[in-house]
């Protein structure tokens, strides 16, 4: 099986980035690729979404870490990764050599983080563009968190776009916990973005009944899973409708071809398959073949065509 | 030299592979069941020591995240895989309930084997509840090699002991305890391996934390190494969701929080700081960039 085998044009794009298909693995969800070669031709997905990396190698939070909660999932890792230079002296070669195109998510608590970690990517071989993860529930204020604040995004957001490969097209990562996502939408995308990632995960807690404690070492988590899905295809379609240009990331719950196709109709011209991973390592590869087939049987040819659809 | 008995669990052998098997037998083994799974490739592959993960619920489930179950045995000519499901959860309890000519979509073999030692070494192996199951295969290969092996299974009863009959089928002494005396001898399985140890060039543990910490400890205190399986909360198992991880010593003598899937769940005894589980340590790799800092 191929990405190419099906009646329907799949391809699509990130901002200029041509993409030979429309599903990606989320951040956070498929870590740096490598454990899901077993179980996916890994080169037949759109990219690679890594894990968020920062400037420094980050070790995440004590446990639990995670709590399964109805239809998804609780988790408080803490961006637990190699660093910026473990990610090009390792992960990143590692999918370069296979064809396996990357788009690296970068992490960080200053806006200089963002900015020099843009710096390091330039020009990198396979890194196709940056997604920007100014939404990490799992920091220690709400005040590090970017996305809740138009101001404080579009600082990050231009800050990047300033220091980052100009090929390479950068997108904004939104956190659906805010009053209006449109208002920061529109502010990142005015600040550079190339492109939106919608959505990260909603932050919530969970109490053990018998311990009479929160699970998370955390104390709060972000819920991820089909459990938000309605909440990101909302976002998804509150900000297509507004900026009808902005290319999409679509995420938030896609365990199916049919959820994918939800948020293409919303207004996403890409998606990323997370936590559904957990549950189905071949998920995404599953998730393009149904999308296509869905696709075919209600008559588009190209997923181009079905992008934004419910709006017209 | 180091000052560690073990060296970190090499990567096994096989990548997994994921596929829907067909239970071919449901067996009540006191509070547990055993399934018999028709998976070849899972047979074929697996060595003692790995785990499978199991989608729990059917299509329409609302628990999305795997259940990891030690491997209590293969056959591989007639490539069937076993498990010993203990019911304690929502996932759990619905595997339990399997019946034979059902199916199960799973992923394996997963996680690093346990490592072997020179052949003919004495081994002592302990299992506390149904974690005795990973450590039957472990038991035959071993005296395939040319090891006595000892055999020690521990639970708070004896409905709750596990894979007696099959170590006693291999190992050359089985002692069993329960703390409730109601099989064997009264007490901790602690009571059988401080007599055992002595005698061993090895251990191996698999059961509950605080049972593992007490067999690597009195390994290590005897001069003996020991390797442990340990069973951490795992969303994927196959080292993608990084909710697993525990705080334990690399061949480099630098402490990292370590995926218990892919990097475990087999770890040398002495390399788990189970003091630490479940905190931070300001030794960890990359705890400065959370904060933490050097008292």
């Known amino acids: 099986m191929t990405a190419l085998d ?25 870590a740096f690729g490598q454990e899901l070669e077993p179980f996916v031709d890994l080169t037949t997905l759109g990219a690679v979404v890594t894990k968020s990396v920062q400037l420094r190698p980050r070790s995440g939070r004590p446990t639990p870490r995670m709590a399964e909660t109805p239809s998804g999932m609780l988790n408080s890792i803490g961006l637990q990764g190699p660093g910026i230079d473990g990610l090009l002296a390792g992960e990143l070669p590692w999918l370069a050599e296979r064809g396996v195109p ?14 020099e970690l843009a710096t390091r990517l330039r020009g990198v071989p396979g890194v196709l563009g ?25 600082d990050v957001v231009a800050a990047v776009r300033a220091a980052a490969d100009p090929a390479q097209p950068i997108y904004a990562k939104l956190s659906p916990d805010v009053t209006d996502i449109v208002p920061v939408a529109r502010a990142v995308t005015g600040a550079g973005a190339d492109g939106l990632s919608m ?42 409708q507004a900026l009808p240009e902005v290319p999409i990331l679509g995420m938030g719950g896609i365990r199916s071809g049919l959820d994918a196709l939800q948020f293409v109709l919303a207004g996403a011209s890409a998606v990323s398959v997370g936590t559904a991973v957990f549950s189905d390592p071949s998920a995404t590869a599953r998730v393009h073949t149904e999308l296509a087939g869905a696709l075919a049987a209600r ?12 709006h017209r | 030299m180091s000052p560690y ?19 071919l037998a449901a067996r009540p083994v006191g509070a547990y069941v055993e399934l018999t799974l028709a998976a070849p490739e899972v047979a074929g592959r697996a060595q003692p020591g790995q ?16 259940r990891s179950i030690a491997i209590a045995g293969t056959d591989g000519a007639a490539g069937t895989a076993t498990v010993v499901v203990a019911p304690h959860g929502p996932g759990s309890t619905w595997l339990a309930q399997r019946r034979p000519g059902d199916t ?29 199951a990973a450590l039957v295969g472990l038991a035959a290969l071993l005296r395939s090699r040319g090891s006595r092996v000892l055999a020690v299974t521990g639970a708070a009863d004896a409905a709750r002991l596990c894979s007696v009959e099959e170590l006693g089928e291999t190992a050359d002494v089985v002692a069993v305890t329960t703390d409730d005396g109601s099989a064997g001898r009264a007490g901790r399985v602690t009571v059988a391996v401080a007599e055992l140890i002595g005698g061993s060039g090895i251990a191996y543990a698999c059961g509950p934390m605080p049972m593992l910490r007490a067999v690597a400890d009195a390994a290590t205190a005897a001069g003996v190494p020991s390797y442990v399986a340990v069973e951490e909360s795992m969303a994927c198992g196959i080292g993608v969701c990084m909710t697993c991880v525990l705080p334990v010593v690399g061949a480099d003598g630098l402490t990292r929080f370590s995926r218990s899937c892919t990097e475990g769940p087999v770890f040398g005894g002495d390399r788990v700081r189970f003091a630490d589980v479940g905190s931070l340590p300001w030794d960890v790799v990359g705890a400065d960039a959370m904060g933490v800092v050097r008292p």
């Open chain 2, 104 to 132: 199960v979509d799973v992923v394996g073999p997963l996680g690093r084997p346990f490592p072997l030692p020179e052949p003919g070494t004495t081994a002592l192996l302990v299992g506390g509840g149904y974690g005795a």
């Open chain 1, 199 to 240: 959505i990260n995960t909603l932050l919530g807690l969970v109490i053990d009944p018998d311990t009479m404690r929160p699970v998370l070492g955390g104390v709060t988590g972000g819920l991820s899973g089909p459990a938000v899905r309605p909440v990101a295809v909302r976002c998804v379609w509150q900000v297509h």
């Open chain 1, 299 to 310: 008559g588009f040819s190209s997923l181009r065509e079905a992008v934004g659809y419910a």
């Open chain 2, 51 to 66: 785990f499978v993960a199991f989608a729990v619920g059917g299509p329409m489930t609302a628990n999305l995240l795997r």
């Open chain 1, 6 to 30: 099906t009646a329907v044009d799949m391809t699509t794009a990130l901002g200029s980035v041509p993409l030979v298909g429309p599903v990606l693995t989320a951040s956070g969800c498929s």
């Open chain 2, 5 to 23: 008995l073990t060296a970190p669990a090499p990567r096994a052998d096989h990548p997994p592979v994921q596929r829907e098997a067909e239970v």
């Open chain 1, 102 to 115: 990357a788009f690296v998510s970068i992490a960080g608590t200053r806006v200089e983080d963002f900015a």
């Open chain 1, 130 to 154: 940056l997604e920007v993860n100014i939404s990490c529930p799992n920091v220690e204020s709400r005040g590090e968190v970017f996305a809740c604040d138009p101001v404080a995004a579009s």
